[in-house]
């Protein structure tokens, strides 16, 4: 049988953006590489796509919009299209879980198991919801009827991030194109190839030309979507401070519509009467270590009664040392590499200031000596202990296998106070077998998802997104993402 690593070998690497379906020469002389950080090799060179490109793509994306050829196809048609594009992803799964995890350095097994066939799940749950989603008749008097109904909004432009590349694009691309939308999308410089392939799949699933491209570029490809005065909505997933650009380059061009999933710092409230403290423990590791901890929602802060703190941490660690990082295309790694050497030393420069902040590292930190491949992004899973409030590692996203914690003294209110204390809301979780008490503090949690003696019970079914810093403007997940897409419209008959 043929290894990951000589597949790895052999794989076409996408290289062109994808207009409409099909992979074309860019406007653009610009280019960028897209390095595999599991040994820090040049994958390819990609065109860092420019203005031109974003306004070829966006008058494609217009005139498929236009003329109906996707948007007035019977709900139920647009659904079955999506489901073949389903079936097609998963007809290519090892191929795009390989060129997810070239791109980012997940583990294969994880991209195996988890990205590719979670982003073909994406696409049949909301080819399933294309035709259940009604109108409304408003309760008017009798001398009048209106009608409430879903419209696509016309021409989203979808901005996502390197931690879960094709996962955070489907999450985008089911809902927006089962409410008849054409869709661009900008994936991130780290992570561009399984989604550019993902666009080629669309169309030889039947998505007619034209409704879907994928424009690959930094940065500034990005802020040129923002900016258009053509495109209809943005959906970002990203940074906060990025997210902060995109609304201002929609408050200043046409004020699009923008949906914004950002950062979190999500607190595991662990109470000393949590049922049972060993299972807790190996939950919130896996929480916070994997994908490297490079997931929006992880649970990245420990806010746990002194009293268990020791019997949690000790716990933890044993999970940890588990974890030793590996080469991600080894089918038995389960820690892979970080995303880029920049993201990386981004960590790590987190650690060497914790010691200054009046932190302690009690557990990792190193970059594993020897690497598990020669030049790679890898990094020990890593907790740093009695970190004060005000110290950055307890109040910033790190994004990476980093466990803070903060210890108090088993007050309800003061667990829901620390839970509270970062701008971000994304997620947060509390352990205890008292119901009354979870109730009260998964009351108390502003976040939009909380988790009660769980964490991470990943489904489709529920909405992802956050308070506060986290964002808003509607939310991923759920039928509640295609409210992301669709302007609400109200028509009016006299009777
Ligand atoms: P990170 O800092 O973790 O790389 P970002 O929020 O900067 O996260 O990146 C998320 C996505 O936003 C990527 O696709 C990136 O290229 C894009 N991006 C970066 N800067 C801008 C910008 N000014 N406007 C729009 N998109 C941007």
Known sequence: MTTWHQRAADLRLPTRPVLGGRPVEPLTDATFSTVNPRDGSVLTQLPACGADDVDRAVGLARAAFEDGRWRDLAPAERGRILR???????????????????????????????????????????????????????????????????????????????????????????????????????????????????????????????????????????????????????????????????LAAAAGSNLKGVSLELGGKSPQVVLADAPDLDAAAETIAWGIFYNQGQTCHAGSRLVVDDRVADQVLAKIAEVAREL????????????????????????????????????????????????????????????????????????????????????????????????????????????????GRAERIAAGIRAGVVYVNCFDVGDLTVPHGGFKASGFGGRDKSLHAIEQYTELKTTWRQR
């Open 84 to 246: 073949r594009f389903a079936e097609v992803v998963e007809a290519h799964a090892d191929e795009l879980a390989l060129l997810e995890t070239l791109d980012t350095g997940k583990p294969i097994g994880d991209t195996t198991a988890v990205d590719a066939p979670g982003a073909a799940n994406n696409l049949r749950w909301y080819g399933e919801a294309a035709d259940k989603v009604y109108g409304e008749v408003a309760p008017t008097g009798p001398d009048a009827l209106a009608t409430i109904t879903r419209e696509p909004v016309g021409v989203v432009a979808a901005i996502v991030p390197w931690n879960y590349p094709m996962i955070i694009a489907t999450w985008k691309l089911g809902p927006a194109l089962a409410a008849g939308n054409s869709v661009i999308v900008k994936p991130a410089e780290q992570s561009p190839l399984a989604t550019l392939r993902l666009a080629e799949l669309a169309l030889e699933a039947g998505l007619p030309e034209g409704v879907l491209s994928v424009l690959p570029g930094e940065g500034a490809t990005g802020a040129a979507l923002a900016e258009h005065p053509d495109v209809d909505k943005i959906t970002f997933t990203g940074s906060t401070a990025t997210g902060r650009k995109v």
């Open 324 to 435: 030793t990082p590996g080469d991600p295309l080894d089918g038995d790694t389960q820690l892979g590499a970080l995303v880029s050497a920049e993201q990386l030393s981004r960590v790590t420069g987190y650690l060497d200031a914790a010691a200054g902040q009046g932190a302690e590292v009690v557990l990792g930190g190193g970059v594993p000596d020897p690497s598990p491949v020669a030049d790679g992004c890898y990094l020990e899973p890593t907790v740093i202990d009695r970190a004060p409030e005000d110290a950055a590692v307890v109040r910033e996203e790190i994004f990476g296998p980093v466990l803070v914690v903060q210890r108090f003294d088993g007050s309800e209110s003061e667990a829901v106070r620390l839970a509270n204390a970062t701008e971000y809301g994304l997620a947060g979780a509390v352990w205890t077998a008292d119901h």
